[in-house]
């Protein structure tokens, strides 16, 4: 088992222009925080939607643990986020613009053992956005190579 469990979606910062971030809170049953404590989770594809004045995230995949009987979670199922009434307003409100979408950063477990979910509201990005941000990693990779070169 390991210690620290960092999961992350790496294709956000490529897909998305992030703009504002929150921690949420996140409600596991048993068998899934075991799962996650194993680090078998997946998050690249999900996103947040409200339901009744609730943030629930969607299409996150936590896989079934393994030594789990006959009352082991579904993989992907609603998990619902738990964030202070003034923030899920503030998100609701923000979401109601056009063009604007919840999505998961990064799912970790804190040092007092709970698991939270980073969210942040993005908004997507057209593709030569992405070429752009692209060029920009090449031209920063070629200035450290030729800085640890000297």
């Known amino acids: ?37 194993l680090g078998k989770a997946n998050i690249t594809e999900g996103f947040c939607e409200f339901s009744n004045g609730e943030l629930f995230a969607i299409n996150t995949q936590i896989d079934e ?26 998100l609701e409100r923000a979401i109601e613009t056009k063009g604007l979408t919840i999505i998961p950063i990064r799912l970790y477990i ?14 997507g990005k057209k593709t030569y956005d992405k070429r752009e941000s692209l060029k ?3 031209t920063k990779r070629d200035l450290d190579r030729i800085k640890k070169s000297f």
């Open 1 to 37: 088992m390991q210690k620290t469990i960092n999961i992350l979606n790496k294709r956000a910062k490529f897909d998305y222009e992030l703009i504002e971030v929150y921690t949420a809170g996140i409600v596991l049953t048993g068998t899934e925080i075991k799962s996650l404590r």
């Open 65 to 90: 643990y393994l030594y789990g009987n006959q009352f082991n979670h579904k993989a992907k199922s609603e998990r619902k986020l738990l964030l202070n009434k003034r923030e899920l307003k503030k």
């Open 110 to 123: 804190n040092e007092k053992g709970f698991a939270k979910l980073e969210i942040a509201l993005a908004r």
């Open 136 to 138: 920009e990693q090449d």
